[in-house]
């Protein structure tokens, strides 16, 4: 079993239609949890972080954490085709050094 | 505030020859990660350092791969005799101290090596 999963996708979306991005994790004692945005060729960019159960909402995005059933999703509202890129999910190893353990990522494309 | 920077940008390097990355943090940070990323994959970590000491390597290759970041200047990534498979993207990221409870990563533009 991986740290953590993702579904690679490609995860395709209407125009301003909500985009759901999901995230398990296998360590039960995981506290800190971390969506990316890669743009094809570029480097990924951090757009939100959640550290506590439920909802945190950042303009248009909205990342879910339910530490019980060890998922983290990221919601992305009114999409838009500027929005298409791989998301990665990352979460601190709570054990040893701490450092990010990131899944494979999930590719958006979202359709004009 | 200056975020991660990385150089070269792009490096081509022949089979044999040593190839060497640079990334200097954003002001304020301590804590350096590399990572290498292949085309169409994840990112594999490869090495975690704070200033003068390696942190954690488990990702980096035991042969020819090896990283710093001294007291002064920039962490290196340095890759002795490279070989047609190191091709790939290698991305820096830095953080303020690591701790438990949270931090966050901020990465670098990356430095696409291509050994021809």
């Known amino acids: 079993q991986k740290e953590v999963e993702q579904n690679s996708g490609p995860l395709s979306v209407p125009e301003g239609a909500i985009a759901s991005l999901n995230c398990t994790y296998s360590?039960?004692?995981?506290?800190?949890f971390f969506w990316y945005r890669q743009y094809s060729g570029k480097s990924p960019e951090l757009i939100m972080s959640?550290?506590?159960?439920g909802d945190k909402e950042d303009g248009r995005f909205t990342a879910q954490l339910n530490k019980a059933s060890q998922y983290v999703s990221l919601l992305i509202r009114d999409s838009q085709p500027s929005d298409s890129a791989t998301y990665l999910c990352?979460?601190?190893?709570?054990?040893?050094?701490?450092?990010?353990?990131f899944g494979t990522g999930t590719r958006l494309k979202v359709l004009a | 505030n200056a975020g991660v920077m990385q150089n070269p940008r792009h490096l081509v390097r022949r089979r044999g020859q040593e190839a060497r990355l640079r990334c200097s943090p954003m002001?304020?940070?301590?804590?350096v990660y590399w990572y290498r990323q292949l085309p169409e994959e994840g990112l594999k970590f490869m090495v975690y350092?704070?200033?003068?000491?390696?942190?954690?390597e488990s990702g980096m290759p035991k042969e020819r791969f090896s990283a710093e970041f001294p007291k002064e200047g920039p962490s290196i990534l340095r890759i002795q005799q490279v070989v047609r498979g190191d091709s790939a993207a290698y991305f820096c990221?830095?953080?303020?101290?690591?701790?438990?409870?949270?931090?966050?990563?901020?990465f670098g533009p990356g430095t696409r090596l291509t050994v021809t």
């Open positions: 002001k304020g940070h301590s804590h």
């Open positions: 990352a979460v601190i190893s709570p054990r040893g050094t701490y450092k990010y353990i």
């Open positions: 959640i550290y506590s159960n």
């Open positions: 990221a830095s953080s303020p101290p690591a701790s438990p409870v949270g931090y966050e990563q901020y």
């Open positions: 360590d039960r004692v995981s506290q800190s």
């Open positions: 350092l704070q200033k003068e000491n390696i942190i954690d």
